[in-house]
């Protein structure tokens, strides 16, 4: 049986998991075909029913913002936007972050030294004044915050890594790999990183929560997501200023928000707690 299958099998066993994993799923196939299924438009604006509560008669399930315009699609597509962002981020910090602590961790010696310091370096700088920097002087887009989440979340990433690979390199399958000649990088690839696959899948669940709440941060400040996109940070951003007469368009954004971080947050618990179980054993 293969890590991943192991994995899976083990995740099944967790009501937790599959709970949060099945209500992740649920939201994400929902935005997906929600903004296919529905008669309005993204962008369409109704000027007959502005600011209308949500209410099925007039089509408007999640009512109408303060451009008319319905709240259920724009919700489901910055619902995609949110999952397009974190995803990505963490894809960026996984990819970096397993590379630079596999690295650090199993040359060591001196370049460990070196290479950990550059991280607590950057641990020490203040990383979301330089994404705000980053924001203001450059156009903001897609892939820039793609850029500036995954510069922050990888640290975390790169030292977890590194920790595994301190005790994975005094495995014997490793010393013998390196007996025969078998190259640093290919010992890294071959031998080290699938025997991280658990840990990495584990923190990957905990770190999306945390690219999310920064992109919703910096959509809240209105750095993030422009016009006429938008995502869920930028949709709480627009519920505030109409949350005394018009309190729907706060509470169904922040609420979707709220359930997405608890259940990435619980998924990465469960996960945690099964790979702790299997390693006890």
């Given amino acids: 049986m293969s890590v991943v299958a192991r994995i899976w099998a083990r995740m099944r ?6 709970v ?4 992740l799923c649920v939201i994400a196939l929902l935005a997906a075909i929600g903004p296919w299924i529905s008669p309005n438009e993204y962008v369409a604006a109704d000027f007959g029913n502005i ?4 209410t099925l008669s ?3 399930v999640f009512g109408t913002d303060d451009l008319g315009r319905d709240l259920f699609v724009r919700t489901m597509m910055g619902v995609q936007v949110t999952f397009a962002v974190a995803l990505v981020a963490s894809v960026v910090s996984l990819l970096i972050g397993v590379l630079y602590g596999a690295t650090a961790g199993f040359v060591g010696g001196r370049v460990d030294a070196v290479m950990m310091r550059l991280v607590d370096t950057l641990y020490a700088t203040p990383f979301i004044f330089f994404v705000i920097l980053l924001l ?3 156009e903001r887009n897609f892939l820039l915050i793609f850029v500036a989440i995954g510069a922050i979340n990888w640290l975390d990433m790169a030292r977890i890594v590194r920790g595994q690979t301190l005790s994975l390199r005094e495995r014997e399958f490793v010393q013998a790999a390196q007996l025969i000649g078998v190259s640093t990088p290919r010992i890294i690839l071959r031998h080290i990183a699938p025997n991280l696959v658990g840990v ?6 905990l770190t999306i929560p945390q690219a999310i709440l920064i992109e919703s941060f910096l959509s809240f400040l209105g750095l993030g997501i422009q016009e006429p996109q938008t995502s869920l940070g930028k949709l709480v951003n627009d519920g505030t200023d109409q949350m005394e007469g018009a309190s729907w368009m706060l509470l169904i954004p922040a609420t979707l928000l709220a359930v997405l971080l608890l259940c990435f947050n619980f998924l990465g618990d ?5 790979l702790d179980s299997r390693q006890s054993r």
Avoid: E
């Fill in 136 to 138: 203001v002087v450059f």
């Fill in 51 to 54: 600011l209308r509560a949500p």
């Fill in 270 to 274: 469960g996960m945690r707690d099964l």
């Fill in 20 to 23: 949060s994993g099945g209500i």
């Fill in 200 to 205: 990495v899948i584990v923190y990957v669940t």
């Fill in 13 to 18: 066993s967790s009501k937790t998991v599959m």
């Fill in 58 to 60: 007039a089509g408007h």
